[in-house]
């Protein structure tokens, strides 16, 4: 079982940049593949990153790529997700899971708004 608290989201203005981390429990994290995840208003949660076991491999979506660096520690069991010229419609509630995600492990995110 893993449990996921995410933290680190808030205001910032577009051009602005946010760390988020992703603190995790359970005793096997370093062997799951983790990823980010985001849901803005009225859509539909979508796939932001994700980084292998290791943190040697990563993968992103088109829109955040280049902008958005996800990162991992597996000695302090904690996913990063470190966002740089942030944009308005960034503007959503980002989750951590494994990926692929588990149902029963999503927690509460952090909501993140970016202002133009």
């Known amino acids: 079982q893993v449990q996921l608290v995410e933290s680190g989201g808030g205001l910032v203005q577009a051009g602005g940049s946010l760390r988020l981390s992703c603190a995790a429990s359970?005793?096997?994290?370093?062997?799951?593949?983790m990823g980010w995840f985001r849901q803005a208003p009225g859509k539909e949660r979508e796939f932001v990153a994700t980084?292998?076991?290791?943190?040697?491999?990563?993968a992103y979506a088109d829109s955040v790529k280049g902008r958005f660096t996800i990162s991992r520690d597996n000695a302090k069991k904690t996913v990063y997700l470190q966002m740089n010229s942030l944009k308005p419609e960034d503007t959503a509630v980002y989750y951590c899971?494994?990926?692929?995600?588990?149902?029963?492990?999503w927690g509460q995110g952090t909501q993140v708004t970016v202002s133009s």
């Open positions: 359970g005793r096997t994290f370093s062997s799951y593949p």
């Open positions: 899971n494994t990926e692929p995600p588990v149902s029963d492990y």
């Open positions: 980084v292998n076991w290791s943190g040697v491999n990563t």
